[in-house]
């Protein structure tokens, strides 16, 4: 499976951003998805999750509250909807899928950038 992440930006402090992941080459229903997120020296962590088919979700604690994770089959569409932004949340965002049968993340996008400023 490919993903391509979009929706990335510049945002005030307290502002929202929409990411958006699109998914080809096999249908979307066969994989969880993740969100991780990377900012300038640090490694990479998790930020939300959500099950092949959309009925469980679960987040990092620093974004719980804030960020909604959520999915479209049909539309092989992930989205990850950020609001109330801070400038900790500055840092390229990934999105990721995993099979079904796996325990980790073998598919990633090449990232957005997302800034928030202070």
């Known amino acids: 499976v490919q993903l391509v992440e979009s929706g990335g930006g510049l945002v005030q402090t307290g502002g929202s951003l929409r990411l958006s992941c699109a998914a080809s080459?096999?249908?979307?229903?066969?994989?969880?998805m993740g969100w991780f997120r990377q900012a300038p020296g640090k490694e990479r962590e998790f930020v939300a999750a959500?099950?092949?088919?959309?009925?469980?979700?679960r987040y990092a604690d620093s974004v719980k509250g804030r960020f909604t994770i959520s999915r479209d089959n049909a539309q092989s569409t992930v989205i990850l909807q950020m609001s109330s932004l801070k400038p900790e949340d500055t840092a390229v965002y990934y999105c990721?899928?995993?099979?079904?049968?796996?325990?980790?993340?073998?598919?990633w996008g090449q990232g957005t950038q997302v800034t928030v400023s202070s």
């Open positions: 990721a899928a995993r099979s079904l049968l796996s325990s980790s993340y073998a598919y």
């Open positions: 080459g096999r249908t979307l229903s066969s994989y969880d």
């Open positions: 959500i099950r092949w088919s959309g009925g469980s979700t």
